[in-house]
């Protein structure tokens, strides 16, 4: 049994400090706490034991939003409007797109970075977000484009838009806040009026209250971590806490040279393991650009093409416990 010391900050990112670091791990047990106190199968790490023998569960969904599928009346449409808006790209995923002078894609740039993290970074001094910024983003921020006083503003001009390169989530759904309160909720088990148990994803969420049924990501962890508490385990976010780029699938792309489209996929902050923002461009030195891939037989014109390739992912600590919960009904 061991009580894990402090949170790691997402994607095992480095803090500057000890003091850095001990100040992230306090933010997300202030968040844990309302829930640990009213859910009984959900806990936090730092303050209760995990058994090495408990299990880390891994959800995964597409980046794609689904709400979009039902909303276009081609391919192409549906790619235009998850690229013309980050408030469409709700899937705790959100892209830009950079293209040259003719219109031709040249790098897309994914993130999962939740914006606690990137308040969190402001304290107690506003340097290490600003030069974030101007490594990742446009080496021409000043901190009047980032901040109002000393408010950080998480939609300025340098990180709302679907083009260029972009910071952090900014999407009202996509925060760790979000992701541990349907966590947390449903650890709750729910039956219909007839007192049968409700266990279909879809239904589970409109049943509970848990998010949208319509996207991928609240559906899947919701029905996984349902499924967990129904044996009476109890349920913690892993660590790092954090929402996670899983990758991207490049079976059809086809180059101009052959070489293999998954080495053009790069990790720009955290590990392979937990990658919070990551870009997929064709380096100088080929002579072509990501508008020259073909992939399924179409050229690469659109952001949201590889959104499809693109998975998230958040892992939850499935603990053995004793718990006998007892279903609550729809609404309650």
Known sequence: MAILECFAAPGNLDEPTDADAQAWSDRVSGILAGYTREHPQFYDPTQAD???????????????PARLLNQATSQEQRWALADSDRMKQDEYCE?????????????????????????????????????????????NVGEADLFDGDRYLLENDFNN??????????QGNN???????????????????????????????????????FRNSD?????AVNDAARSGAEIALADPPGLYLDGIETAGFRTRDGTAAATFWTIE????????????????????????????????RFGAQLADRVRVRVGVIVKPAGHQPQPQPCGA
């Not at 559906?219 to 029905?223: G, K, L, Q, R």
């Not at 955290?270 to 399924?296: M, W």
Request: hydrophobic letters at 40%; proline letters at 6%.
């Open 161 to 170: 838009s679907t083009v260029g390169r972009l910071a952090h989530l900014i």
């Open 95 to 139: 892209w830009s797109v950079e293209r040259d002078d003719d219109g031709k894609i040249v790098r897309v740039t994914f993130t999962s970075e939740v914006l606690e993290h990137w308040k969190h970074m402001t304290k107690p001094n506003k340097d290490r977000v600003i030069n974030l910024y101007r490594e990742f983003v446009d080496p």
């Open 50 to 64: 995990t058994p090495h023998t408990a299990q880390v569960a891994q959800v995964v969904w597409p980046a794609f």
């Open 269 to 300: 902050r955290g590990t392979p393991e937990h990658t919070v923002r990551a870009s997929f461009a064709v380096p100088q030195r080929l002579g072509y650009k990501v508008g020259d891939i073909e992939l399924n037989g179409r050229n690469i």
């Open 219 to 223: 559906p899947n962890i919701a029905a």
């Open 175 to 213: 925060n760790l806040f979000a992701a541990v309160d349907l966590i947390a909720r449903a650890t709750i088990l729910r039956e219909n009026r007839n007192g049968e148990p409700v266990t279909h994803k879809q239904a589970l969420v409109v049943c509970a209250g848990l998010g949208d049924p």
